[in-house]
Nanobody, 119 residues
Framework: QVQLVESGGGLVRPGGSLRLSCAAS????????MGWYRQAPGKQRELVAD???????NYADFVKGRFTVSRDNAKDTVYLQMNSLKPEDTAVYYC?????????????WGRGTQVTVAS
């Protein structure tokens, strides 16, 4: 059974840092693109950052220079280091795993972890 389990969320003051982790139970984890998305109340889910199986990284403009995504294929885990957090970063953060073959598309989501930035 595929599972993506996020951890590391919480309450932090503006300017603070958090490190999110997503532990995956996936066959061929290293062949998946892994992404972090977020959804704030009343807003659509949006991409924060993703990292491909080859290590290419993409960031949303609103986190460039503040957040860093990384993966450890030996641990089947993807991370999101979040620095200089702002109140507008408050959201539920979701881990995503995506893989496409000639025949199938695999797309999995975690349940999310709450990040609240407030003084």
């Amino acid at each position: 059974q595929v599972q993506l389990v996020e951890s590391g969320g919480g309450l932090v003051r503006p300017g603070g840092s958090l490190r999110l982790s997503c532990a995956a139970s996936l066959t061929f984890f290293n062949s998946y693109s892994m992404g972090w998305y977020r959804q704030a109340p009343g807003k659509q889910r949006e991409l924060v950052a993703d990292i491909t199986s080859g290590g290419s990284i993409n960031y949303a403009d609103f986190v460039k220079g503040r957040f860093t995504v990384s993966r450890d294929n030996a641990k089947d885990t993807v991370y999101l280091q979040m620095n200089s957090l702002k109140p507008e970063d408050t959201a539920v953060y979701y881990c995503n795993a995506f893989r496409a073959t000639l025949q199938y598309r695999y797309n999995y989501w975690g349940r999310g972890t709450q990040v609240t930035v407030a003084s």
